[in-house]
Structure formats: structure tokens, C-alpha cells
């Protein structure tokens, strides 16, 4: 499987693109960025957008999903902790941090801790990950580790806005060490790094 990592700039909120050559089905985990923009590698020729899944509920991870969803038709799926933030402008801070009214229709998938999802034969599974957000999860494909504003390179997201937590994010990252793969990491914001590393140089491992 494939993995198209984009960063757009002012929110630099990192967008991903999973590709299953086999099947030519693909999942956007994190729709900040254009579908025209993420997908001009494949020029005419565009993939099967399954899924529109997200770590979790601020606006800066979904500007663009309502194009998204738009275009494919692609199942948006957010942990129900967090779906209020698709209909609710405060929760999501658009309306604090982009100045905008923008609200979306609710999810067509809510789901929880384990959820699988599938293109074409390669796994996609869900792990709630609490702290940041109270619906903030990671995606587990293969050897990839898709951490949302959970887990930065040498960092973690703040917990200080709706919904977060500490302490849900101190048992999150508890969780977290105890997986046995050393994941490629690929966070919300920021450069790619590894668990190994993280779990060796992040200090909130440590705590």
C-alpha cells in the first residue's frame, strides 16, 4: 500500500492518501488539503475513494472534506467522541481559529476502538487514543502508524482545547508503548518519525 503525504500551508496540517495498487481503492486520512491537489500524481486515472477518515475533530484536519465527500461519495468516519464536531463550529474551532461559520452533515460512520476497514486486501484498524481530543484515534495500516495530534515527532498534541485531557493522553501514550512493531509514524502535524525513536527522545514517554 501507498502512502501520499501532503502538508498545505497556513494550517500545516498534514493530509494522507493510502493507495492500494491492487485494487486502485484509497482512503484520505485527513482531508486539509484540495482532492485535485492530493491526487495530481494520478492525472486522469483517479483512484477509488473509499473512506474519509479522521484522527480526530478540529477544523484544520477537514477544510476540505465537503469536497471530498462530494466527489467520491466516500464514507466520512470520525470516533463518536468527536462527530459533534462535524455540526458544531465552536467545537471544531473554525469558528474561533478560521473565523468561519462552517459546520458539515454528520458522519456516515462513527466508529470505535478495534474498528477494521479495508482497501482491497490490506487492513485498516482504529485505536482510540483519547487526550488531545475525546474521539482522537490512530490508524494502523501494515507498518504505518497514522497518529493524528496524538503523538508528534518529539512531541504530543495540547490538551488544553474541547474535549482534551492529560491524563487520557498520559494513558494514551501508555498504550501506545506497549505496541511491539517499531511503526513509521505519520503525525497531524510535522515531520515523519518512528515509535522506536519516539519511545527512546520523547520526553512524554518519561513521565
Avoid at 464536531?85 to 481559529?97: N, V
Amino acid at each position: 500500500m501507498k502512502v501520499i503525504k501532503n502538508c498545505p500551508s497556513g494550517f500545516a496540517s498534514n493530509s494522507y492518501v493510502l493507495f492500494d495498487e491492487l485494487s486502485g481503492q484509497a482512503a484520505v486520512i485527513d482531508p486539509s488539503i484540495s482532492w485535485q491537489t492530493a491526487l495530481k500524481g494520478f492525472g486522469s486515472d483517479l483512484p477509488q475513494v473509499k473512506y474519509i477518515l479522521l484522527t480526530h475533530g478540529h477544523f484544520d484536519h477537514m477544510l476540505c472534506l465537503a469536497e471530498w465527500r462530494e466527489r467520491f461519495g466516500a464514507a466520512v468516519c470520525i470516533h463518536k467522541e468527536d462527530a459533534p464536531c462535524l455540526t458544531d463550529p465552536k467545537k471544531s474551532y473554525f469558528l474561533k481559529f478560521a473565523g468561519k461559520n462552517t459546520t458539515f452533515d454528520p458522519p456516515d460512520v462513527n466508529i470505535s476502538e478495534g474498528e477494521v476497514f479495508y482497501l482491497g486486501d490490506n487492513k485498516i484498524t482504529v485505536m482510540h487514543t483519547p487526550g488531545h481530543t475525546r474521539g482522537s484515534v490512530c490508524y494502523i495500516a501494515g507498518d504505518y502508524f497514522f497518529s493524528g495530534d496524538t503523538l508528534l515527532c518529539g512531541d504530543i498534541g495540547r490538551c488544553d482545547l474541547y474535549g482534551g485531557d492529560f491524563q487520557e493522553m498520559q494513558n494514551s501514550l501508555a498504550k501506545i508503548s506497549n505496541l511491539t512493531r517499531n511503526y513509521t509514524i505519520y503525525p497531524g502535524h510535522g515531520e515523519n518519525t518512528t515509535l522506536k525513536a519516539e519511545l527512546k527522545y520523547n520526553r512524554y514517554f518519561c513521565l
